[in-house]
């Protein structure tokens, strides 16, 4: 209603900032796998940490943190924006946890000896995959706009305030996953080379995750307006029948 | 507020003992899950004690999502929740009487399973059931809270009774498990502040989610 209407070169126009992103995650891809040392202890597996930390980092805090933040701001100002960036930024982070997911097992099987493990890492992140999956559902679920802003958004919310719940809970039982070995007191315990391309596989995943939600934002804008202009005159649309964004 | 939230949750429990209908299909529910989850584990290898306070707690869960559909479903008949709106009173107390009813409900399901897990399992459960009653209602509080405001957004959905374990069941990890675990410290004959840690976690829990759901629960009635 608000919204103008979408331009149409957005459907078409060449999305530069995904395409560079996809360039620096294959750059840094070909760095970790070819002129980055293999480590001693753990051979080649070790080089999946390059996927799976800068996924777990860019899919857990910044999508998940993202969809709170978005989501507590929609409740306060009502601005249908808000709800795009949280609907977005939920299916790309659920995307990046589910990377996350398929890279940890392929990792510990070699390392730890079994796929899977109910160490507190493992069962957090997989419970908030659950939460975020409840999320998408929960949105293509319900077909009014505005109820589906507020019911996600305080979803939303609660989620992350489930974080550290969880959390505590599992992490009574013993842990088994590597303790931190960047973020910590003392200082990084990485080679410099491995440093160097670690770093860049967090840039490059990160800036991945901002042409994603970029893209999926515009897509989620672009269908709201369409939506918008049936629901204005539903005659004038003929047979083109938009499905609501969820 | 808490005059109209104690107005709410008579009606709804009124209307709940007038049918019976949700409390004792969650009875029976119970009871039948106590039985077949017996079957399903050779008695001989797992001892009926390492058994009873996981399927104890599985149930619970499971029951309370049983019973917590009902709590704005039954709203749903002639759009009663327009006349809960309209009404002059607080939302708060509207979540507050909702869930004080789902309180009596999931307590009184509890209060038939404990002694029938007791009963057939086999457990020496008299001298625990001072901490063990305690567990019970701590856990109550927080599975109450998040289920009736799930509850709430998932009639308005079109899943609906789909959704609302989907939604719910992550959120009862963090009492589910400190729950089973303590109850499973408390049947092994250790002694309680064994299992402070957990409790801990669970009274955590209660007071952050009764808040927030509280607060939260405004949102999800607006028209």
Not at chain 2, 64 to 91: K, Q, T
Not at chain 2, 132 to 145: F, H, K, N, P, R
Request: net charge neutral; aromatic share 12%.
């Amino acid at each position: 209603m608000t919204a103008p209407p979408p331009p149409a070169a957005h459907r078409d126009r060449f999305d530069w900032l995904l395409t560079v992103a996809v360039l620096a995650v294959a750059g840094t891809m070909v760095r970790a796998i070819a002129f980055t040392p293999i480590e001693a202890n753990q051979g080649a597996a070790q080089k999946i940490f390059y996927i799976h930390a800068p996924s777990a980092f860019v899919g857990l805090y910044i999508a998940f943190g993202l969809v709170a933040v978005a989501g507590a701001l929609y409740l306060w100002l009502r601005d249908e924006r808000l709800d795009r960036i949280a609907a977005s930024s939920a299916e790309v982070g659920v995307v990046f946890t589910t990377v996350v997911l398929i890279t940890g097992p392929i990792w510990g099987k070699p390392i730890w000896g079994t796929w899977w493990t109910w160490d507190a890492r493992l069962t957090l992140t997989l419970f908030l995959w659950f939460v975020y999956l409840g999320y998408l559902i929960l949105r293509g679920a319900i077909d009014d706009a505005s109820v589906r802003a507020r019911y996600s958004a305080v979803l939303g919310v609660l989620g992350a305030l489930l974080v550290p719940f969880i959390h505590l809970s599992v992490y009574l039982f013993r842990t088994l996953h590597p303790m931190p070995i960047v973020l910590k007191p003392s200082s990084p315990s990485l080679p410099p080379e491995m440093l160097t391309t670690f770093f860049l596989a967090l840039a490059s995943f990160t800036l991945l995750f901002v042409a994603l939600l970029r893209a999926r934002y515009r897509l989620a804008t672009v269908l709201d307006a369409l939506v918008d202009e049936e629901a204005a005159e539903p005659s004038s649309m003929g047979t083109l029948r938009a499905e609501p964004l969820r | 507020m808490l005059a109209a939230a104690g107005l709410i949750a008579r009606k709804d429990l009124a209307i709940e003992f007038r049918t019976r209908s949700a409390f004792l299909a969650a009875l029976v529910f119970s009871l039948l899950a106590i039985v077949i989850f017996y079957f399903a584990w050779d008695a001989t290898a797992v001892p009926a004690s390492d058994l009873a306070p996981g399927v104890l707690w599985v149930i619970f869960t499971f029951s309370g999502v049983l019973g917590l559909h009902r709590s704005f479903g039954v709203e749903e008949a002639d759009r009663a929740i327009d006349a809960l709106i309209a009404s002059p009173i607080d939302r708060e107390a509207v979540f507050l009487g909702k869930a004080l009813a789902n309180l009596v409900f999931v307590l009184g399901v509890q209060a038939v399973a404990i002694p029938a897990v007791a009963l057939f399992y086999n457990l020496p459960m008299g001298r625990v059931l001072g901490p063990l009653t305690l567990i019970a209602v701590l856990a109550a509080v927080g599975l109450v809270a998040v289920g009736t405001l799930f509850s709430a957004m998932a009639v308005n959905t079109r899943l609906a009774e789909l959704l609302l374990p989907m939604l719910a069941l992550p959120f009862f990890v963090p009492i589910v498990l400190p729950a089973a675990q303590s109850t499973a410290r408390l049947l092994a004959g250790r002694p309680v502040a064994e299992a402070m840690s957990w409790l801990r976690i669970l009274i955590a829990f209660d007071i952050v989610f009764v808040v927030a759901c509280a607060l939260a629960f405004p949102f999800t009635l607006e028209d």
